[in-house]
């Protein structure tokens, strides 16, 4: 056990959920302060301290500050790609000023944060990006107001580092799957409802059209991910922009011939939605390389391996 407080922000969501049990069997319970606008149902929120804090509340933050004195934290408090498109003033204000108000607390003289982690996203690249082996220096010109926001806190996450000393770490993550939480509004929520639907109905609708390939990452892989960039000593991590990072790529009808191994009669049908216009502008295949080079990136699930431990986990939720 180490002697960290660690507080994540933003915490009862899909990613968060599942962060804050695995930092709490790093650190220690009492020492993972989860925090977040609402409270989560996960038991993992009755297992050490929860404090409801909403990021845009400048008196409120500071009161957190003040009591905790937290070492790392973990920002992940965001409008998600889908939603922030319904509300875009909001979803600017929201990704942008409670990240500014998580660096300024860090670059005061004295300040108890010592490392903040605060995620990016494919979303941060755009049409003009290449979509097959993208690179992590290339064309970004983000067409939603998310990937906007999440490419403008790139640069303010590297100016911080470079001007105050912030020690800020960053991960551009896929679309992420996972069975513990609900995704949160994004464009590739199909690859995690398609799971349930499999096993309620044989039968998913998706709201992407075929052959719409999408890099993904398997969520213990986007914890290992989180937690090695921010453990890995500062010396290794040579980007202060955001690291590419893959985990496996695919399109709907390859998930759902995955899924097929396991359910022979499932059966997909298309009808996009207002999502197939944001996919097209996102990478299809990432390279990550600088990632494996700097701190050792590697994941450990593909699609059928995925696939294999989602439905495992998910079929006693649907068995009569
Ligand atoms: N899930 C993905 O596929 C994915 C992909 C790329 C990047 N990300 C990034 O990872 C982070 C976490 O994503 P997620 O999927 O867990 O999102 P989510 O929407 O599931 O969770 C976000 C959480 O933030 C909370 N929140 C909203 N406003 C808040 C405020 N003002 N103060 C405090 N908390 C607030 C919400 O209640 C929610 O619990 C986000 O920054 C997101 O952009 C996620």
Wanted: proline share 6%.
């Amino acid at each position: 056990m180490k002697k960290e407080t660690v507080l994540v922000i933003g915490s009862c969501g899909q990613l968060g959920t599942e962060l804050v049990e695995a930092l709490r069997g790093i650190y220690g319970d009492e020492n993972v302060i989860a925090s977040d606008i609402r409270k989560g149902e996960s038991p993992v929120f009755e297992s050490g301290p929860f404090e409801l804090l909403d990021i845009l509340n400048l008196d409120r933050w500071k009161e957190i500050l003040h009591k905790y004195k937290p070492t790392h934290v973990y920002h992940l408090a965001a409008l998600l790609s889908a939603t922030a498109e319904q509300q875009p003033e909001f979803a600017w204000k929201l990704n942008m000023q409670g990240l500014f108000h998580v660096l300024d607390a860090a670059k005061e003289a004295g300040s108890s944060i010592k490392r903040v982690y605060w995620p990016s996203s494919i979303a941060a690249f755009g049409v003009n990006t290449p979509r097959f082996d993208t690179p992590q220096y290339g064309p970004m010109d983000p067409s939603t107001v998310y990937g906007i926001s999440k490419y403008a806190g790139e640069l303010y996450i590297q100016y911080y580092y470079q001007r105050y000393g912030v020690d800020t770490r960053s991960l551009r993550y896929p679309g992420l799957i996972g069975h513990k939480s609900d995704p949160g509004g994004g464009t590739t929520d199909y690859a995690v409802a398609i799971y349930h639907d499999a096993l309620k109905d044989k039968h998913h609708n998706c709201f992407l059209k075929e052959g719409t390939i999408l890099p993904m990452l398997y969520m213990p892989d986007a914890l290992k991910a989180t937690l090695d960039v921010m453990h890995a000593p500062a010396d290794q991590i040579k980007m202060r922009m955001s690291y590419n990072l893959a985990g496996m790529s695919f399109a709907p009808e390859e998930i759902a011939g995955s899924i097929k191994k396991h359910i022979p009669d499932f059966n997909i049908s298309y009808t996009p939605d207002y999502r197939q216009a944001i996919a097209d502008t996102w990478p299809a295949v990432i390279d990550d390389s600088m990632a494996r080079e700097h701190w050792g990136w590697k994941p450990d699930f593909d699609l059928d391996r995925m696939t294999s431990d989602m439905l495992t986990n998910i079929a006693p939720r649907y068995k009569m």
